[in-house]
């Protein structure tokens, strides 16, 4: 992010003098030509990725999807450049930095996604998201890092000592199913499945980056037993705090909107100004506090969406609405192309092939783990016609895609960890995100519908169904519970319970916060109700 930010910085390098002054201006309008360059071949493949993405998608070519072709567009010019021996001042344009992922491009990404989120499938299914976002990445954390650490005992492959080995582990269990949902939303799915993936995708990503920290922590302070047992306990404080501060910045945006008067002609410009920093406010907020910026902003984007939202004037709504679909599909398509450009420049040690072999392996068995395990154990606390069915765990284990988070904190490693080591995590990470991105990415289509999870389903149908019986609307809570079901009474009560709880915050919303915190009465408010048209559903999907 050096380069990206303090471009003019070679005028204060240095002693002082006159003598200095000639040649940093040189150097500078060099760096200045070398840097429009950059940015022209940037927009160059923005352009081409989104006109290539709209003749794929209008024609219904899904074995190269809009995030494969942009990372493929990537790929090929990163290999032109270093076959062409390209100036290193405009490669410097196209290095992957961390800060510059995790600052700029993520939140707008993060954002969308929760602004145009469905909430009541999301939170009907909260429990199985927080269980296989939460528990299950954990498992295939550990899983897959035992697995490569036995791997190295047993000289199958590179070994690497045992918490560097969960570290990896970490790092390559954050998914990133944008294909998917894309190929979901082109073609239709059940609103649960969606659901599920979606959510998983966004919390598991929070989820590893804690486990990441905590295993790097582990391995500088050498104490592993108690930071071990505080793992938990520090995700779960950095989850409660991030959750609270997004919710915090929403619902104070909402009463300043809905107070301060700006849904007037005149002040739109400034209405729309400031719902758009609101969000990188709380992001930012949550990252200098030390809690997770991704669970701040995807809460907010929530709450804003619920309240504040409806606080605006209705050219500011449509502004803000069109705003983030912008530029969360230019920085997913930019993340795509920039990663890209970065895997075919960068150094990698692919002496140790058998390292990516194995671990491409391993993940996929930890991913099993991970998904038929929660699955497992959220079907034993559901009736029967609320089970997650087998095709939509296929689906789940199949959706475990890398990407992005995954490549950045491979990248960190290189850093973080001795020489050589890190380089081959980052090489064998690379290779599982290409792997993923083109292959499986490519393929997902036809599995999906192989499995029989898109289009006019049954299980989707079904779940339409009750829920109109229960609430007039198309998304999916829950349905109508058989009172001869097998269940014991105590489970049944337990049930009651908790649609009782439900539906108190429903009621809640309705005749307390929504009329606080907008200007209009709960009975008037649908947006909440309602999911977007998948047309303008942004955040991990093109």
Known sequence: MERLLQVPAADHGGGGGNSSIPAGGGQTGKEQQAAGVGILLQIMMLVLSFVLGHVLRRHKFYYLPEASASLLIGLIVGGLANVSDTETSIRTWFNFHEEFFFLFLLPPIIFQSGFSLAPKPFFSNFGAIVTFAIFGTFIASVVTGVLVYLGGVMFLMYKLPFVECLMFGALISATDPVTVLSIFQE???DVNLYALVFGESVLNDAMAISLYRTMSLVRQNASSTQNFFMVIVRFLETFVGSMSAGVGVGFISALLFKYAGLDIDNLQNLECCLFVLFPYFSYMLAEGLGL???????????????YTYSNLSENSQRFVSAFFHLISSLAETFVFIYMG???????????????????????????AANVFSCAYLVNLSRPATRKIP????????????????????????VHDLPEGHGQTIFTATTAIVVLTVLLI??????????????????????GERNFQNSEGNHSYVAPIYDEDSSSGNKFKMKLKEFHRSAASFTALDKNYLTPFFTSQNGDEDDDFDEPMPSSQRGGFQH
Request: no cysteine; glycine share 12%.
């Open 341 to 367: 450009f970065d895997i075919a420049m960068e150094q990698h040690s692919w002496s140790h092939v058998g390292f990516i072999f194995f671990s491409i392996l391993f993940i996929v068995v930890a991913r």
């Open 441 to 462: 990415g490519g393929s997902t289509g036809t599995m999906l519908e192989a499995l029989q999870v898109v289009g006019d389903t049954h299980d989707g149908s079904l």
């Open 390 to 413: 087998a095709k939509h765990q296929k689906a789940l284990w199949y959706s475990g895609l890398r990407g992005a988070m995954a490549f950045a904190l491979a990248l960190q490693s």
């Open 292 to 306: 997770s910026g991704i669970v701040s902003i995807l809460f907010t984007g929530m709450v804003m969406k619920h």
């Open 187 to 189: 073609l239709g799915t």
